[in-house]
């Protein structure tokens, strides 16, 4: 039934082309929703690591909070994008309600932090509301 539907998934995509350098509809709403929440996943097949991040924002725009962590690798990068979504949803579920996805050019905190929880080769697990001075600033934090 899986791969049905991601067979469907991908038959419909080549049916109905978006071109590349025009901002949908979709795209729109998204940024002018209230608060949102970012996830990514930074991982490789041979690496000891895969790293993922997350990042709350309000409707300006302004971090509220978010996170970083690296689990030993996963079986698959989708199965490490699952893992950034489950930290991400568990730690918001006690701050906001808001779930929504958005394309890697618009999340580009949340990736940054994955990348970095990814090159850690120790545990790290971090919450916050700033990046600490021992982890990489990301892009526009």
């Known amino acids: 039934y899986a791969e049905s539907e991601c067979q469907a998934w991908y038959n419909a995509r080549d049916i109905v082309p978006v071109p590349q350098h025009v901002q949908t509809a979709e795209e729109t709403q998204a940024l ?15 690496a000891q690591f895969s790293g993922i991040g997350w990042v709350w ?6 971090i509220q909070l978010m996170g970083s962590r690296n689990l030993r690798r996963r ?13 991400a949803m568990e730690s918001m579920i006690q701050h906001s309600t808001c779930q929504r996805y958005f394309p890697r050019t618009q999340n580009e905190i949340a990736d940054s932090l994955a990348r970095n929880a990814h090159s850690f080769h120790r545990p790290l697990c971090f919450i916050g509301c700033f990046i600490p001075v021992w982890l990489p600033r990301p892009p526009q934090a």
């Open 32 to 46: 002018s929703l209230g608060n949102i929440c970012m996830v990514d996943d930074s991982w490789t097949s041979t």
């Open 75 to 87: 079986d698959t990068a989708l199965h490490s994008e699952l893992e950034a979504l489950q930290l």
């Open 57 to 62: 924002k309000d409707t300006m725009g302004k």
